[in-house]
């Protein structure tokens, strides 16, 4: 699978880039339990995936126990019953302005998650041997901030290893046009 890394990302300032391209890469990201967040944070958030995937109807909030894994992180789904989700959920969702679209919704969803010092990044489970303090497995997290290796369990950043920038890169005169140039 190709991953894509998002290094200059401003979120909001081109909200089609956001709708087609950002929002559907960190969604799955997001949903798998990658980014650390805090169990109060995930109401809100999923009202605004309930939002985006549902509009503004209300009745699957009564099967809700279906859409869950569609909305909060596979990590936080067994932490509450479902009918506290239901209920959290559902009080957020009543939080969001009556005019919201789903596009405000893919951008407010982009803003909530990208406060996570993970977000952006490719996400790889590892089994690592080199740092004897750390677990065996781990997930590497590459992004602009630099490789992170992770609690597979807490998302605790037991490591960060920084990446130095490329300034400017000539490309090889053998394979492209000499005078290409990336900065």
Request: net charge positive.
């Amino acid at each position: 699978m190709v991953k894509k890394l998002w290094f200059s990302t401003r979120i909001g300032k081109e909200p089609l880039i956001d709708q087609l391209f950002h929002f559907h890469q960190e969604l799955p990201k997001y949903l798998q339990g990658y980014h650390r967040c805090s169990i109060t944070q995930c109401p809100r958030i999923a009202s605004l995936l309930y939002l985006i995937n549902y509009g503004r109807s209300t009745t699957l909030f009564s099967a809700f126990e279906s859409t869950l894994t569609q909305l909060v992180p596979v990590n936080f789904v067994a932490q509450m019953k479902i009918a506290d989700w239901r209920k959290h959920v559902k009080e957020e969702f009543n939080k969001l302005p009556a005019s919201m679209t789903k596009a405000q919704a893919q951008t407010e969803f982009l803003r909530s998650i990208a406060q996570f010092r993970t977000f952006g990044s490719a996400f790889f489970p590892v089994n690592q041997t080199l740092y004897r303090q750390m677990p065996q497995h781990v997930i590497v997290a590459i992004n602009a901030k630099g490789v992170h290796l992770l609690s597979p369990d807490t998302k605790v950043r037991n490591r960060l290893l920084l990446i130095v920038p490329l300034f400017t890169f000539q490309v090889c005169r053998k394979y492209c046009n000499p005078l290409v140039t990336l900065t």
